[in-house]
Structures are given as structure tokens and as C-alpha cells.
T-cell receptor, first 116, second 114 residues
Framework: DARVTQTPRDKVTEMGQEVTMRCQPI?????VFWYRQTMMQGLELLAY????????DSGMPKDRFSAEMPDATLATLKIQPSEPRDSAVYFC??????????????FGEGSRLTVL | AQKITQTQPGMFVQEKEAVTLDCTYD???????LFWYKQPSSGEMIFLIY??????QNATEGRYSLNFQKARKSANLVISASQLGDSAMYFC???????????FGQGTRLTINP
């Protein structure tokens, strides 16, 4: 049963620490997304990749956030230094987008980040 | 710019009743896709149903159907014969054809009462 895998599931850290979240997309999917969910803002798109190339990271605070796909089986989202306002659930999603096809996205179970 | 609006922050429905969750969208594009996702208390996002803007028939998936009214720019989710397990947050989302990103509404929390 193919699924998107995210680690860690839960992370508690102190302000100023570096946080790295990892995502293994579904094999064969060519797009990967990072979303952040908070009560106040709902689901916000942070960044996404197609065929491992970053297409849009305009939703991401550039000074502290970075997203990469070192290979097709791994996407990372890094926060350095972390701040309390970064506390949220971070979702990774992958999909197979072919030309103009509007296929569904498959979400991981999320990484709940708490920054004290 | 795309925008999704879900005007019902919460809904309470009796078990076995049908429920309609509202969703309106705003885009000037003619080609787009509309999605509904369910998020139970465990947190994962579960895809429910998809409707393409050029699809003439309303999409259906088991107990889920999408009431697509293109002229009114609405894509309401209808759940027939609701069950206790349907209690969750429900998100409406849109993606423009040819674009990659999915834009979500704020969600509706549905509670099914026994």
C-alpha cells in the first residue's frame, strides 16, 4: 500500500534550534509539496517541487526555511533557527502530474512541530 | 488569484442524515479541478472526490457526491447516510489546470451525533 512517509511525527524543540523534517514521496510521483497547517492560517503552501526542481517557494520565509529534494525518494524541510511561531503541523504531499492532468495529492500523516 | 471559501466553520448532523458542506471558489481560469479532503482527528488528509471544470456529470464516490454548479462557482460536498466515522474536518481545494499547487479553504468541522 503506497503512502507518503514523514518523519518525525512529533518534534518538540527549543527556540533557536535547527529542525529538519523529512518526507518520502510515493514512488513514481513527480511532484512534492510542503504545506503548513495552523489553527489561524489553515493550510498554507510553503514550497513544491516537480521532478525534483523547486517550482515555487514563495510561501516560505526565506531567511529561516529551506526545502530541498536531494533525490527522488527524499524531500526535506529545514528551519534554522526555529521560532515559537513555527509551531504547526507540516504536511508533505506527493502526486503524479502529467501535463494538464489534475490528479489527486496524497498526503503524509504530518509532522507536528512545537517550538518552545 | 484563486480563492476557496467554506462558510460553515462547524456543522452538527444526526447520524444517517444527509449533509451538505458548502464550498465556493473564485478564479478567472476556465480549466481547473476541485477536490475535497477529509481530515479526521488523527490528522492525516484523505482524498475524497474530484471534479474537473469541464466534467458534465457531477462526481460521485460511494456516499460522497459533489454538487458542481459552475455558473455559481460552487462545489458542495454531499454525504449521504452519514455515519459516526464521518466526524472530521473537511477541506475544499482547487488547482488550476496546468498548475501544480492546491489551494485550500479554511475547512468545515463536521460532527455526526448518534
Amino acid at each position: 500500500d503506497a503512502r507518503v512517509t514523514q518523519t518525525p511525527r512529533d518534534k518538540v524543540t527549543e527556540m533557536g534550534q535547527e529542525v529538519t523534517m523529512r518526507c518520502q514521496p510515493i514512488l513514481g510521483h513527480n511532484t512534492v509539496f510542503w504545506y503548513r497547517q495552523t489553527m489561524m492560517q489553515g493550510l498554507e503552501l510553503l514550497a513544491y517541487f516537480r521532478n525534483r526542481a523547486p517550482l515555487d517557494d514563495s510561501g516560505m520565509p526565506k531567511d529561516r526555511f529551506s526545502a530541498e529534494m536531494p533525490d527522488a525518494t527524499l524531500a526535506t524541510l529545514k528551519i534554522q533557527p526555529s521560532e515559537p511561531r513555527d509551531s504547526a503541523v507540516y504536511f508533505c504531499a506527493s502526486g503524479l502530474v502529467l501535463g494538464t492532468d489534475t490528479g489527486e495529492l496524497f498526503f503524509g500523516e504530518g509532522s507536528r512541530l512545537t517550538v518552545l | 488569484a484563486q480563492k476557496i471559501t467554506q462558510t460553515q466553520p462547524g456543522m452538527f448532523v444526526q447520524e444517517k442524515e444527509a449533509v451538505t458542506l458548502d464550498c465556493t471558489y473564485d478564479t478567472s481560469d476556465q480549466s481547473y479541478g476541485l477536490f475535497w479532503y477529509k481530515q479526521p482527528s488523527s490528522g492525516e488528509m484523505i482524498f475524497l472526490i474530484y471534479q474537473g471544470s469541464y466534467d458534465e456529470q457531477n462526481a460521485t464516490e460511494g456516499r460522497y457526491s459533489l454538487n458542481f454548479q459552475k455558473a455559481r462557482k460552487s462545489a458542495n460536498l454531499v454525504i449521504s447516510a452519514s455515519q459516526l466515522g464521518d466526524s472530521a474536518m473537511y477541506f475544499c481545494a482547487m488547482r488550476l489546470r496546468g498548475a501544480q499547487k492546491l489551494v485550500f479553504g479554511q475547512g468545515t468541522r463536521l460532527t455526526i451525533n448518534p
